[in-house]
């Protein structure tokens, strides 16, 4: 099971991503552009979709962020 602290620094990682790519400047622009995207915190993509699990046994790692990796 993913740990309170990694989970909060796996968030920290989406957060600061969607804060330079969107330039946004509040943390309830953040929330809001997850919600857009369909990216709950961490803690709830592994309790609803257990995905950390199903990512690491099947090795989808597109599965991960719910995103297609496109290869050039």
Same mark, same amino acid.
């Given at each position: 099971m993913l740990s309170a602290s990694n989970s909060q620094c796996?968030? &920290?990682?989406? &957060? *600061? =991503? %969607?804060? *330079? %790519?969107?330039? =946004?400047t509040s943390r309830d622009d953040v929330w809001y552009a997850r919600s857009v995207f369909g990216l709950p915190s961490v803690r709830v993509m592994v309790e609803n979709n257990k995905f950390v699990d199903s990512v690491i046994n099947s090795g989808d790692y597109e599965g991960l962020f719910n995103v297609k990796i496109l290869n050039g």
């Open positions: 796996l968030d &920290n990682c989406i &957060n *600061r =991503v %969607i804060y *330079r %790519i969107f330039s =946004v």
